[in-house]
T-cell receptor
Framework: ETGVTQSPTHLIKTRGQQVTLRCSSQ?????VSWYQQALGQGPQFIFQ???????GRGNFPPRFSGLQFPNYSSELNVNALELDDSALYLC?????????????FGPGTRLLVL | AQKVTQAQTEISVVEKEDVTLDCVYE???????LFWYKQPPSGELVFLIR??????QNEISGRYSWNFQKSTSSFNFTITASQVVDSAVYFC?????????????FGTGTQLKVEL
């Protein structure tokens, strides 16, 4: 158990809808990163939040957005859902943004877009 | 650009066999960290080990061992006397600093199946 929690565990949406995924970081961790993992692939970095500010972004369109709250929990929002957004969304927390910091992952949210 | 290659898509072994999972990475950074994570069917990525680019000492933790060779840009993972509970997808990942933050670049994973 890493202490990182995510909700919901599963979600089904239709194309064009919007979705919000939530993540609570491990106690004491101020950094949250989000990853998308398509079936049979490795996780792909979406973005990172550090002290409520976006601190790095991967190759994802602007319809992927996020927030981090004062308690360091985080949300991932995806607008105008597409079929290809179907994936496992993983949240990871860490003590900071230095390259040596280990990222600890939550159980993920499985999103299916129909 | 960073890249991690795990050429073995799937490996099947019989319990008690030793198995090595290969990982090759590419980066222009001189300071970086390498990780291995385990992903059981439940989906959660479980952290196994972290190595920095300046420490090439092999590491052993119980039945697990890791061999880091900077000359060949490889960070291989060996499970000795494999068990059914070792069945999972294993990911190798590279972490550098980019755009003000850190991010993990993952390989495509190796599915390990350990059978009785």
């Amino acid at each position: 158990e890493t202490g990182v929690t995510q909700s919901p565990t599963h979600l089904i949406k239709t194309r064009g809808q919007q979705v919000t995924l939530r993540c609570s970081s491990q106690s004491g961790h101020n950094t949250v990163s989000w990853y998308q993992q398509a079936l049979g692939q490795g996780p792909q970095f979406i973005f990172q939040y550090y002290r409520e500010e976006e601190n790095g972004r991967g190759n994802f369109p602007p319809r992927f957005s996020g927030l981090q709250f004062p308690n360091y929990s985080s949300e991932l929002n995806v607008n105008a859902l597409e079929l290809d957004d179907s994936a496992l969304y993983l949240c990871a927390s860490s003590l900071g943004t230095d390259r040596q910091e280990t990222q600890y992952f939550g159980p993920g949210t499985r999103l299916l877009v129909l | 650009a960073q890249k991690v290659t795990q050429a073995q898509t799937e490996i099947s072994v019989v319990e008690k066999e030793d198995v090595t999972l290969d990982c090759v990475y590419e980066t222009r950074d001189t300071t970086y960290y390498l990780f291995w994570y385990k992903q059981p069917p439940s989906g959660e990525l479980v952290f196994l080990i972290r190595r920095n680019s300046f420490d090439e000492q092999n590491e052993i933790s119980g039945r697990y061992s890791w061999n880091f060779q900077k000359s060949t840009s490889s960070f291989n993972f060996t499970i000795t006397a494999s068990q059914v509970v070792d069945s999972a997808v294993y990911f190798c990942a590279l972490q550098i600093l980019t755009g003000g933050g850190n991010k993990l670049t993952f390989g495509t994973g190796t599915q390990l199946k350990v059978e009785l």
